[in-house]
């Protein structure tokens, strides 16, 4: 079935730097393009990064930009997000969710598959 | 950027009430918005694309509207697994940008 399954998440000490793989199933994954979402303890859903099918475009929030990067290996189906300068306040649960696409090129399809997320702790 | 704001913070309602939640983009968003559900302890789930289409799997109890910048998520009559948080989540082409909202939590009495 169509899954994502998150990791390398943990606990590191901050400046520290921490790399999180998604690897994907039961779709074409060099197709899609893909987002990483994070999770503060008991905050709402940050949007971070999203990077195209091919990995030819990619586009970060403020928060993390210079700091976090967002990459893919298409061979592997495997979507990755290198976090370097960790800092508290990126302690979170980081999600990786496909980005939705469809026949009509002018909707918008959502983030429509979701991993089940992996915990940072930076401390 | 696009600051999407939801409203009301807290709802609090019993089985077969209806549920109104409300999102409101600070710009123009067209019709570029998505609902999500999530419950304790999940990940979201897509519910609403496009502002009013329902994803794959969702119940008909769920519906979605509007455009620019007023948007609704209606639950016409909640169930006991409807309890959660619910996000608003809009894409912008100028500059290229994803946005979330901050949330409505959705009690069941």
Known sequence: QVQLVESGGGVVQPGQSLRLSCTASGFTFSSEGFHWVRQSPGKGLEWL??????????????SVKGRFTISRDNSKNTLFLQMNSLRSEDTAVYYCAKEGSGSAW?????MDVWGQGTKVTVS | EIVLTQSPAT???????????????????????????????????????????????IPARFSGSGSETDFTLTISSLEPEDLGVYYCQQRSNWPTSWSFGQGTKVEIK
């Open chain 1, 49 to 62: 990064a999203h990077i195209s099918y091919d990995g030819s475009n990619t586009y970060y929030a403020d």
């Open chain 1, 106 to 110: 002018d909707f918008y399809y959502g």
């Open chain 2, 11 to 57: 709802l609090s309602l019993s089985p077969g009430e209806r549920a109104t939640l409300s999102c409101r983009a600070s710009q123009s968003v067209s019709t570029y918005l998505a609902w999500y559900q999530q419950r304790p302890g999940q990940a979201p789930r897509l519910l609403i694309y496009d502002a009013s289409n329902r994803a794959t799997g």
